[in-house]
């Protein structure tokens, strides 16, 4: 098994971005997720064609979790300072399959990364997943808020 946080070289980004934005002109919705994922963590530029909003859109319309997980992120710790931490747990809340995104952001968060401990908080919180390695939603938010961001109170201390 290899983490999906293993750097990989810039070419081979670039050419993996490439072929990801071919695949989503031709329909393909993970492509696309995967693009606005690699765009959203600063890996990749940016395309002049889509925005992280635009390439992620069709995703959450049809419940793609990849999608929608990658959208609740860019919700709660995007970019541009603006966060709706609200409407991210309500994205989250309404996932109906963990399909993937449960063993992708697991390795994550394996890795140290601070988004893996916020998906596994947010899949626990929803009752959609089990932490994998039995530390509490506390915990991981924990994590999140020295390393990441801040992280609501009421993200701690409700559950659905």
Known sequence: FRSPTVAMGGALISEGAALMMEARANGDLLA???L???IRRGEVEQSERFTVEDLLRDGVYHNVPFACMNQALALAVGSDCMSDWEQADQLVGALRTTCGILDWWWAMAR?????GDLVLSWLSRHGLARDPDGLSSMDRLDRVTRVLCAVPDWMRYTST
């Open 32 to 34: 696309a997720a995967s």
């Open 36 to 38: 606005a994922h690699l």
């Open 111 to 115: 890795d140290g990364d601070p988004e």
